[in-house]
């Protein structure tokens, strides 16, 4: 059942967590107290409005930011005060608006996701070659695997960032708005991919999106974020309603079930009606 989320009220068990985070750029803290924890094997989707803390979680979630109090744990351990490389052998994060290095092929793109991996006795091997492929197939780049990727579509960039962070090979995966500025048609084969790697292959996968429609499609968990606080937290049977839009967006709607999809969709109340068709007669003399 979905609820108002005080920071205490979160319960479950989970590889990567926050506890009491306060957060924020600066002397200005954007999160307050928040206590959250990522479900193992499942898409967790944030949506809240600008400056709610959606993203700023995420980036304390992926090491980015140091809260000024609490901490996040990464199988138990604080992530803040763990290796660098071996983090990345866990966690990977695609941040919102990558940009690659002109002339840079997809192949060496994804290649890159192998990094952590890497050391002074372990260079290039044919295990690294493998997990490129692999994540050049998932991601459905491999076709044009030597093309440059500033030669690419949108939709086609942002597979191959998202293949570059498969190819690290990690459990978890953090994306930050990944299907901004994308034609609807690639948004809905992004969202098609994300939930494969949760439900097909296992990742755990935390994404902002600032789309509503489809945060309510693909989530297994939809987080509502407010003034730097989890207001709802659960299904999207259960958290995606009026009354919750209303109270997190201050967005007049309503929410129906598409019947052939079954998914849930918003539909704002404040949309002016169609223009009604006059027939204009003309009168000759």
């Avoid at 994540?135 to 293949?163: E, H, N, Y």
């Avoid at 990690?170 to 439900?199: G, R, Y």
Wanted: with cysteine.
């Amino acid at each position: 059942m979905s609820e108002s989320i005080s920071s205490r009220s979160i319960h479950s068990s989970s590889r990567l967590q926050g506890e009491s985070l306060t957060v924020g750029y600066d002397a200005a803290p954007i999160l307050n107290d928040v206590d959250f924890q990522v479900p193992d094997g499942q898409v967790t989707i944030l949506v809240g409005p600008n400056g709610s803390g959606k993203s700023t979680l995420l980036k304390a979630l992926a090491r980015i930011l140091t809260p000024t109090e609490g901490q996040v744990l990464l199988d138990g351990q604080d992530i803040h005060r763990s290796k660098t490389r071996e983090v990345a052998k866990k966690l990977g994060l695609l941040p919102q608006g990558p940009v690659a290095p002109e002339g840079l092929t997809v192949r060496e793109l994804v290649a890159q996701g192998r990094f952590p991996h890497q050391s002074l006795l372990r260079q290039w091997s044919s295990e690294d070659e493998r997990a490129v492929n692999d994540a050049m197939t998932v991601a459905k780049v491999i076709d044009f695997a030597d093309r440059p990727v500033d030669g690419l579509s949108g939709g086609q960039r942002q597979r191959c960032w998202i293949a570059m962070v498969l190819a690290q090979q990690t459990d978890l995966v953090l994306l930050d708005e990944p299907t901004t500025f994308l034609d609807l048609k690639v948004q809905v084969d992004l969202m098609e991919l994300l939930v494969q790697l949760a439900h097909q292959m296992g990742r755990t996968l935390v994404v902002v999106l600032h789309e509503l429609n489809l945060a309510a499609a693909y989530a297994d968990t939809l987080v509502m974020l407010r003034d730097g606080a989890i207001m709802q937290w659960g299904a999207p049977s259960d958290v995606f309603t009026s009354a919750n839009l209303k109270a997190v967006f201050d967005l007049d709607a309503h929410v129906i079930r598409d019947p052939h999809s079954k998914r849930l969709i918003c539909v704002p109340t404040s949309a002016p009606e169609p223009a009604q068709h006059v027939e204009v007669g003309v009168r000759i003399a």
